[in-house]
């Protein structure tokens, strides 16, 4: 079983900022890269940032490039840090991951966490 668990959520003022932590629980986990992902009330889930693990190369959807980083702690640990935060980043973060997981491609991703709840106000 294939656990993934985010933390690090919370509530912030705009301009704020936060950092995520997703931990893989089973070292056997086969995947291709990580990814998070954020769900709003009422909206689909949105492709938030994600990193290759054998280049690292990452890639960032267009409404948090230059704020937020994704980077790789260990072979289990993802983190999120997010900078200057606005009111419309208030979401339910998921981090994700699988063998064939690409990118922004959420279809690609067999693995996902609970999410951790990331409130900013205004």
């Known amino acids: 079983q294939v656990h993934l668990v985010e933390s690090g959520g919370g509530l912030v003022q705009a301009g704020g900022s936060l950092s995520l932590s997703c931990v893989v629980s089973s070292l056997t986990i086969s995947t291709n890269g990580m990814g998070w992902f954020r769900q709003a009330p009422g909206k689909e889930r949105e492709f938030v940032a994600s990193i290759n693990w054998s280049d690292k190369r990452t890639v960032y959807g267009d409404s948090v490039k230059g704020r937020f980083t994704i980077s790789r702690d260990n072979a289990e640990t993802v983190n999120l840090q997010m900078n200057d935060l606005k009111p419309e980043d208030t979401a339910v973060y998921h981090c994700?991951?699988?063998?064939?997981?690409?990118?922004?491609?959420?279809?690609?991703?067999?693995?996902w966490g609970q999410g951790t709840q990331v409130t900013v106000s205004s």
């Open positions: 994700a991951a699988g063998p064939g997981a690409q990118a922004m491609a959420i279809y690609t991703y067999d693995y």
